[in-house]
Protein backbone atom coordinates (compact mmCIF):
# COMPACT_ATOMS: atom_id res chain seq x y z
CA UNK A 1 0.00 0.00 0.00
CA UNK A 2 0.91 3.71 -0.73
CA UNK A 3 -0.40 7.15 -0.05
CA UNK A 4 0.39 9.94 -1.85
CA UNK A 5 -0.06 13.38 0.18
CA UNK A 6 -0.92 16.41 -1.89
CA UNK A 7 -0.94 19.62 -0.01
CA UNK A 8 -1.77 22.77 -1.93
CA UNK A 9 -2.67 26.36 -0.24
CA UNK A 10 -5.86 28.44 -0.64
CA UNK A 11 -5.46 32.00 -1.83
CA UNK A 12 -9.11 32.48 -2.15
CA UNK A 13 -11.20 34.21 0.68
CA UNK A 14 -14.20 32.52 -1.31
CA UNK A 15 -14.71 29.55 0.97
CA UNK A 16 -18.19 28.05 -0.42
CA UNK A 17 -16.18 28.20 -4.13
CA UNK A 18 -12.87 27.29 -2.97
CA UNK A 19 -15.22 23.78 -1.29
CA UNK A 20 -17.26 23.19 -4.56
CA UNK A 21 -13.72 23.07 -6.17
CA UNK A 22 -12.35 20.40 -4.01
CA UNK A 23 -15.25 18.12 -4.33
CA UNK A 24 -15.31 18.52 -7.64
CA UNK A 25 -11.86 17.87 -8.01
CA UNK A 26 -12.04 15.38 -5.28
CA UNK A 27 -14.99 13.58 -6.81
CA UNK A 28 -13.39 13.30 -10.30
CA UNK A 29 -10.26 11.54 -9.11
CA UNK A 30 -12.07 9.50 -6.99
CA UNK A 31 -14.17 8.34 -9.66
CA UNK A 32 -11.28 7.93 -12.12
CA UNK A 33 -10.25 4.13 -10.77
CA UNK A 34 -12.46 3.32 -7.38
CA UNK A 35 -11.34 -0.36 -7.91
CA UNK A 36 -8.05 0.22 -7.17
CA UNK A 37 -7.16 3.59 -6.09
CA UNK A 38 -9.02 5.88 -3.13
CA UNK A 39 -9.06 9.34 -3.15
CA UNK A 40 -10.18 11.68 -0.27
CA UNK A 41 -9.37 15.60 0.58
CA UNK A 42 -8.89 17.10 3.71
CA UNK A 43 -8.62 20.60 5.05
CA UNK A 44 -7.13 21.95 8.49
CA UNK A 45 -8.72 22.77 11.08
CA UNK A 46 -6.17 24.48 12.67
CA UNK A 47 -3.08 25.93 12.16
CA UNK A 48 -2.46 27.63 8.60
CA UNK A 49 -5.99 29.13 7.14
CA UNK A 50 -6.80 27.16 3.98
CA UNK A 51 -4.34 23.94 3.77
CA UNK A 52 -5.72 21.25 1.35
CA UNK A 53 -4.83 17.91 1.49
CA UNK A 54 -5.49 15.33 -0.65
CA UNK A 55 -4.70 11.37 0.08
CA UNK A 56 -4.25 9.32 -2.57
CA UNK A 57 -3.98 5.27 -1.75
CA UNK A 58 -3.11 2.88 -3.84
CA UNK A 59 -2.12 -0.86 -3.63
CA UNK A 60 1.27 -0.40 -5.28
CA UNK A 61 3.68 2.35 -6.41
CA UNK A 62 2.77 0.94 -9.97
CA UNK A 63 -1.23 1.07 -9.66
CA UNK A 64 -0.18 5.16 -8.15
CA UNK A 65 1.73 5.62 -10.86
CA UNK A 66 -0.45 4.33 -13.65
CA UNK A 67 -3.24 6.50 -12.36
CA UNK A 68 -1.26 9.75 -11.80
CA UNK A 69 -0.64 9.50 -15.64
CA UNK A 70 -3.52 8.67 -17.03
CA UNK A 71 -5.22 11.68 -15.49
CA UNK A 72 -3.81 14.73 -17.33
CA UNK A 73 -4.84 12.53 -20.49
CA UNK A 74 -8.73 13.66 -19.37
CA UNK A 75 -10.16 16.30 -21.16
CA UNK A 76 -12.42 16.43 -17.59
CA UNK A 77 -9.38 16.72 -15.27
CA UNK A 78 -7.84 19.30 -17.23
CA UNK A 79 -11.06 21.46 -17.58
CA UNK A 80 -11.21 20.81 -13.31
CA UNK A 81 -7.45 21.97 -12.90
CA UNK A 82 -7.97 25.40 -15.32
CA UNK A 83 -11.07 26.11 -13.27
CA UNK A 84 -9.16 25.93 -9.71
CA UNK A 85 -5.85 27.53 -10.96
CA UNK A 86 -6.76 30.88 -9.20
CA UNK A 87 -7.87 29.54 -6.15
CA UNK A 88 -4.60 28.33 -4.81
CA UNK A 89 -0.92 29.84 -4.26
CA UNK A 90 1.13 29.20 -7.68
CA UNK A 91 4.06 27.33 -6.25
CA UNK A 92 2.83 25.85 -3.06
CA UNK A 93 1.31 22.91 -4.33
CA UNK A 94 3.52 19.29 -2.89
CA UNK A 95 3.27 16.13 -3.07
CA UNK A 96 4.70 13.42 -0.97
CA UNK A 97 4.70 9.74 -1.01
CA UNK A 98 4.07 7.44 2.17
CA UNK A 99 4.62 3.91 2.28
CA UNK A 100 3.22 1.49 4.19
CA UNK A 101 5.37 -0.42 6.94
Known amino acids: MVRMVRKAQVDSSDVARVRQWIERYTGYMAAA ?10 MEAYGAYG ?22 TKDGYREILKAGSELFVSG ?10
Request: charged letters at 30%.
Open 33 to 42: DPERVTVTSW
Open 51 to 72: RVYWMIDAPSLAALDEFLERLP
Open 92 to 101: QTSDQLLKEV
